[in-house]
């Protein structure tokens, strides 16, 4: 595998299911981000981990619950989700540190699409 | 207020013209660097080209360049010689100053590319 993987890439699900989003890097990056793309609307940064540890969390609801158990992994755990919440779920990964220049640019997954019924 | 504007939300051209993509921003931050995606049908954000703030040439990569006025606030995406395959929606994204060792990138709304035969 290479670059960054997420699975599943489609979920449906309903509004009382619990679920769990995967993301894996392969670049040996330090810093993992979770966005959200919802149709006609900007991406929303959802959470960014950086060396493991949380260091942003736009105000997201509390249904959505990140994990990064090592810099390779991230996960987006789900729980009673609304319909507003179906969405493409986009995992980033980056090396952090950089004074400047683009050796910290964001490589993205494929995305999970996640329709709640 | 919004930081990253692009105000074409969808553009059709012919194969084998150029094409230049608009994206304007906003920030009062000295340091920052400015980013362009491509995001196809399947999801996934392709990483483009980078300028950053202090790069005094306009950065190239291969048939993408971008057209950098930093008084006018403006990193315009031209691809040359476009091609079927670059039928997609394009982001333009900034990063501001980074934050505990990750960075925040923030995504203006996109323009959907066409591409005709």
């Known amino acids: 595998e290479t670059g960054v993987t997420q699975t599943p890439r489609h979920l449906v699900m309903g509004m009382t299911n619990k679920k769990s989003l995967k993301c894996e890097q392969h670049?040996?990056?330090?810093?993992m981000y979770w966005y959200k793309q919802s149709a006609k609307k900007p991406l929303e940064l959802m959470f960014v981990y950086s060396l493991e540890e949380r260091v942003e969390n736009n105000s997201v609801p509390s249904r959505f619950s990140p994990e990064c158990p090592n810099s390779s992994h991230l996960f987006l755990h789900l729980h009673t989700l609304q319909p507003e919440d179906s969405a493409l779920y986009l995992c980033a990964s980056s090396q952090d540190g950089f004074a400047g220049g683009h050796g910290d640019t964001q490589y993205f997954g494929p995305g999970t699409r996640l329709t709640v019924l | 207020a919004q930081k990253i504007t692009q105000t074409q939300p969808g553009m059709f051209v012919q194969e084998k013209e150029a094409v230049t993509l608009d994206c304007t921003y906003d920030t009062s931050d000295p340091s920052y660097g400015l980013f362009w995606y491509k995001q196809p049908s399947s999801g996934e954000m392709i990483f483009l080209i980078y300028?950053?703030?202090?790069?005094?040439q306009n950065a190239t990569e291969g048939r993408y360049s971008l057209n950098f006025q930093k008084a006018r606030k403006s990193a315009n995406l031209v691809i040359s010689a476009s091609q079927l395959g670059d039928s997609a929606m394009y982001f333009c994204a900034m990063r501001e100053s980074q934050f505990q060792g990750a960075q925040k990138l923030v995504f203006g709304q996109g323009t959907r590319l066409t591409i005709n035969p």
């Open positions: 300028q950053g703030s202090y790069d005094q």
């Open positions: 670049l040996g990056h330090n810093a």
